[in-house]
């Protein structure tokens, strides 16, 4: 199952379709390979299950428990993070805020967001964007692989910024 959000005006809704990995329009990208993946929760249970998932996938993974981790993970990866699954509620720095130090830092990581808590949690905490990547807990193999596969390979997300191709043209 795949998940988006979508904000408005008037309200927040959380979207959902069930996919399968072997619908190939799905899942039209390459193999894992080289790629990795930095997962950040403060749940050592999720961020085992997250790391195995991704491991046997192909992806190398690095894991933290904090932003502060993050932080430390990616200075000594020296660029070589190519997505980031982050949980939305982190101890001291949640993870809206984490995405944002992570794109100052490298803006060509792809970003997944993931929570269990209901949407209106989500929103007090900053996700409030309409393009975003996002994870509902607890996720499904499937469900994961094409969150960082999308984050990866699909257009950047950043949180309070629209997708280039729906801002209006100038000239």
């Known amino acids: 199952m795949r998940s988006e959000l979508s904000g408005t005006p008037q309200g927040f809704s959380a979207t959902a379709t069930h996919r399968t990995m072997t619908d190939e329009s799905i899942f039209p990208y390459d193999l894992p390979g080289t790629r990795t993946v930095l997962v950040v929760d403060d749940a050592r249970v999720v961020r085992r299950l997250a790391y195995r998932l ?49 794109q100052e830092k490298s803006p060509t990581i792809g970003v997944v967001f993931m929570s269990a808590h209901p949407a209106e949690v989500m929103v007090r905490e900053g996700l409030s964007d ?25 257009p950047k997300k950043r949180n309070g910024e629209p997708h280039r191709a729906n801002r209006p043209a100038t000239g």
Do not use: C, Q, W
């Open 130 to 154: 309409l393009h975003v990547h996002f994870l509902a807990k607890p996720f499904t193999r499937e469900d994961l692989l094409h969150a960082v596969a999308s984050a990866i390979h699909g």
């Open 54 to 102: 991704l491991s046997e996938a192909g992806y190398r993974v690095f894991e933290a428990g904090s932003a502060v981790e993050a932080l430390e993970v990616l200075d000594l990866a020296r660029g070589r993070v190519d997505a980031a699954l982050l949980d939305v509620i982190l101890p001291e720095v949640n993870g809206v805020d984490l995405a944002r130090m992570i």
